[in-house]
C-alpha cells in the first residue's frame, strides 16, 4: 500500500468515484446494496462519478476512486491510467479488478481462436490477449478482494480513507473463517475437495457453512501451501484437470502466479 491519504479535516467533504472496466457490476452493486449505511456514506462523501446509480458526473480530481473490472482492450488500459492520474487514493474491488477475473481464463488459450468463434465479425473486435488486473498498469493503494465483495469490507475500506488509516481487512485463510462460526471442516468430515486452506478470508465462509467446499473467489491468502493442497484434492476424487480449473476459475492470474500451481 502506498502512504494513506490525510485524514479527512471538516472541510470540503472528500471526493469518491466509482469506474468500471471489464466485469460483470456485481461490485458496484455491492456498494449500492449497502443501502442504510450507504446514506451515511453520501454524507460523509462526494459521489462525483458513478455510472450505476446516477448519470450526474462531475469530472476530477478525485479523493477516492473505486475500481471495478479488469483490463482486457487496448482502451482499458488507457482508461486506467487516466482514472489513476485523476485520483489521490485508488483501490480495486472484485476478483477481476485485483487478479483478472473469470475473462483471465483467456490467458491461458488462444485469444483470436474466442474471438472468431463467438463474433460474426471478429475484425471488429478491439482486445488483448490477456485479461490483467489494474495493479498490472498502475500503481494501487489498495486490493479490496472478492467475487463479489464483501460489502462490510468495502465499508471499512471507505471508513478507513475517511479516517486517515489501514484498512483493517484479514489476510488468513478461510479455514479461520470455519473455526470462528464453529463450522466442520467439509475435508476432514466428508472428503469434500475444498480449497479453503488457500483462500483469502472475507465471504464469512458460507459454502463450507452449507456442506460445500470453498471455490476460491476471493484468490490466495497470504499464506499460501499448494504442494500441500493439491493431493488432498487428488484424494478427495479430483483429477489434475479439475485441480486446475478450481485454482482458475475467478483468481486465475493470482493463483497461476503462486508457486505449486499446476501449470
Do not use: W
Amino acid at each position: 500500500m502506498r502512504p494513506q491519504p490525510v485524514p479527512y479535516d471538516g472541510g470540503a467533504r472528500p471526493t469518491l468515484a466509482v469506474f468500471k472496466l471489464a466485469s460483470c457490476d456485481g461490485c458496484q452493486l455491492t456498494l449500492l446494496d449497502c443501502e442504510d449505511q450507504l446514506l451515511a456514506v453520501a454524507g460523509r462523501l462526494d459521489i462525483s462519478h458513478f455510472l450505476e446509480a446516477s448519470s450526474a458526473v462531475r469530472p476530477g480530481p478525485y479523493d477516492l476512486a473505486l475500481v471495478e473490472g479488469s483490463v482486457t482492450t487496448p482502451a482499458d488500459a488507457e482508461r486506467v491510467r487516466e482514472i489513476r492520474s485523476a485520483a489521490r487514493f485508488l483501490v480495486t474491488i472484485g476478483a477481476c479488478a485485483t487478479a483478472g477475473g473469470i475473462q483471465a481464463l483467456r490467458n491461458f488459450a488462444d485469444v483470436e481462436e474466442f474471438r472468431a468463434t463467438v463474433y460474426a465479425r471478429p475484425d471488429y473486435i478491439a482486445t488483448l490477449t490477456t485479461s490483467t488486473p489494474v495493479s498490472a498498469h498502475v500503481p494501487v493503494d489498495f486490493e479490496l478482494r472478492g467475487c463479489p465483495i464483501d460489502r462490510g469490507q468495502l465499508l471499512e475500506v471507505i471508513t478507513a480513507f475517511l479516517a486517515g488509516r489501514k484498512p483493517d481487512v484479514p489476510n488468513h485463510s478461510v479455514c479461520f473463517a470455519c473455526k470462528r462460526r464453529g463450522t466442520v471442516c467439509v475435508t476432514v468430515a466428508h472428503g469434500t475437495p475444498c480449497l479453503g486452506p488457500v483462500t483469502h478470508a472475507g465471504c464469512g465462509a458460507i459454502c463450507p457453512a452449507y456442506g460445500r467446499g470453498c471455490y476460491g473467489c476471493f484468490g490466495p491468502s497470504a499464506s499460501v501451501n499448494l504442494p500441500a493442497l493439491i493431493p488432498l484434492l487428488r484424494r478427495d476424487g479430483m483429477s489434475d484437470d479439475d485441480v486446475r480449473r478450481a485454482l482458475r476459475t475467478y483468481n486465475a492470474a493470482s493463483f497461476a502466479e503462486v508457486e505449486g500451481a499446476p501449470s
